[in-house]
T-cell receptor, first 113, second 111 residues
Framework: SQTIHQWPATLVQPVGSPLSLECTVE??????LYWYRQAAGRGLQLLFY??????ISSEVPQNLSASRPQDRQFILSSKKLLLSDSGFYLC????????????FGDGTRLSIL | GNSVTQMEGPVTLSEEAFLTINCTYT??????LFWYVQYPGEGLQLLLK?????DKGSNKGFEATYRKETTSFHLEKGSVQVSDSAVYFC??????????FGQGTRLTINP
């Protein structure tokens, strides 16, 4: 069966520090991969998605970037974190070809001090 | 553009009450529709889905029917439990490999 792993579960970082969140998927090939942010008490904002290795689509201009160095690995990064980057970050995967449900990781709670 | 609108929360009910969470959508063509649930501190889990008009998705006692004439996909459950307390998201898929989510509805069930 397919599984998705996201880490770390929680992270506290100072303003201006770098960020790297990692997400890996097992049990499937060529998945679509997604990064979302969920601000406290609010809905989901799609940040990036990828349909293949090295293919990244950015949904909103921001302080973050994403990379997909391997088929089942998706990384969210920042060179210098801002206070506004605080939130709950969720990685998800779906089958290729569209119209597939997305399956989410357990999330990373990021607090910027 | 494509969008999803959910009833505003929070919703608070007593155990065994009947639940309805409204969801309406705007989309071109024939989107697929989903309900996701997020328990405290966790990621989202797919609850149910419907891919064409008049389809009924169901899971864990929850149901939702894809109504094209009213562009709705309301979530219902006949008798809620304390363990159903969570945030519920309605979503649609219209293409371009992406889902469009509603803003979420927080549900609290009191014993």
């Amino acid at each position: 069966s397919q599984t998705i792993h996201q880490w770390p579960a929680t992270l506290v970082q100072p303003v201006g520090s770098p960020l790297s969140l990692e997400c890996t998927v097992e049990g499937t090939s060529n998945p679509n991969l997604y990064w979302y942010r969920q601000a406290a008490g609010r809905g989901l904002q799609l940040l990036f998605y990828s349909v293949g290795i090295g293919q990244i689509s950015s949904e909103v201009p921001q302080n973050l970037s994403a990379s997909r160095p391997q088929d089942r690995q998706f990384i969210l990064s920042s060179k210098k974190l801002l206070l506004s980057d605080s939130g709950f970050y969720l990685c998800a995967w779906s089958g290729a070809g569209g119209n597939q449900p997305q399956h989410f990781g357990d999330g990373t709670r990021l607090s910027i001090l | 553009g494509n969008s999803v609108t959910q009833m505003e929360g929070p919703v608070t009910l007593s155990e065994e009450a009947f639940l309805t969470i409204n969801c309406t959508y705007t989309a071109t063509g024939y989107p697929s529709l989903f309900w996701y649930v997020q328990y405290p501190g966790e990621g989202l889990q797919l609850l149910l889905k419907a891919t064409k008009a008049d389809d009924k998705g169901s899971n864990k006692g929850f149901e939702a029917t894809y109504r094209k004439e009213t562009t709705s996909f309301h979530l219902e459950k006949g008798s809620v439990q304390v363990s159903d307390s969570a945030v519920y998201f309605c979503a649609l898929y219209w293409g371009a490999q992406k889902l469009v989510f509603g803003q979420g509805t927080r549900l609290t069930i009191n014993p």
